[in-house]
């Protein structure tokens, strides 16, 4: 395919998106426009803080008010030219960008995630794969243990005649041989487990 093709599909595909969007927006311009009508009860075409304070409050479940706080940010974000009132414009203008924004946000979040997800992939397999190199390595691994002299207290042990020690590790065991008791007990043995 050559370049002049690609481009063409391209700027196609650009088209038909700008198409779609721009469909998108007329559709959300007349959404907004009706529910400015909900908010603006004494169609002035502005909206003062108590109009979208009844507005907001009449949202609220249970006959509870809206934050108060919250309520005098969201007029400050509305209020562009900053004259105490929304006008239907400015109410449209920053409510898509916001929703633009927001749009923009959840994308770049999306993108974050799949990477995160992706190298959490890469991070369990590298544990798996570490997981059996210790297993292999585990079954093939070896402890040599020698045991020489062992010295015991009287005291603690009382009477003995013959003692041997025992070895464990996991289901492996190893016991030493029987040697008659004395203040120190004198081994020549070694143990592979």
């Known amino acids: 395919m050559n370049s002049h093709n690609r481009s063409y599909q391209k700027s196609q595909y650009e088209s038909e998106n700008n198409s779609q969007y721009n469909d998108y927006l007329q559709a959300k311009i007349e959404a907004l426009s009706r529910a400015w009508l909900e908010i603006d009860k004494n169609f002035d075409s502005e909206v003062d803080q108590q109009e979208l304070l009844d507005f907001l409050d009449s949202n609220m479940k249970s006959n509870k008010k ?95 005649e013959n003692i041997s020690i025992k070895l464990r590790l996991d289901n492996q065991v190893a016991e030493t041989s029987v040697v008659a008791f004395e203040s120190k007990l004198f081994y020549k043995e070694s143990f592979e487990l």
């Open 66 to 160: 809206f934050d108060r706080g919250v309520a005098k940010e969201i007029f400050k974000l509305m209020d562009l030219d900053m004259n105490g009132k929304i006008s239907v414009e400015e109410f449209i203008k920053r409510y898509i960008s916001i929703e633009d924004e927001i749009r923009r946000d959840i994308r770049d979040y999306q993108k974050i995630f799949l990477v995160e997800k992706e190298n959490n992939a890469k991070l369990y397999k590298l544990m798996l794969q570490h997981k059996n190199e210790i297993s292999n390595d585990r079954k093939n691994a070896k402890i040599i243990l020698q045991i020489s002299t062992i010295e015991f207290f009287k005291q603690i042990l009382g009477k003995l």
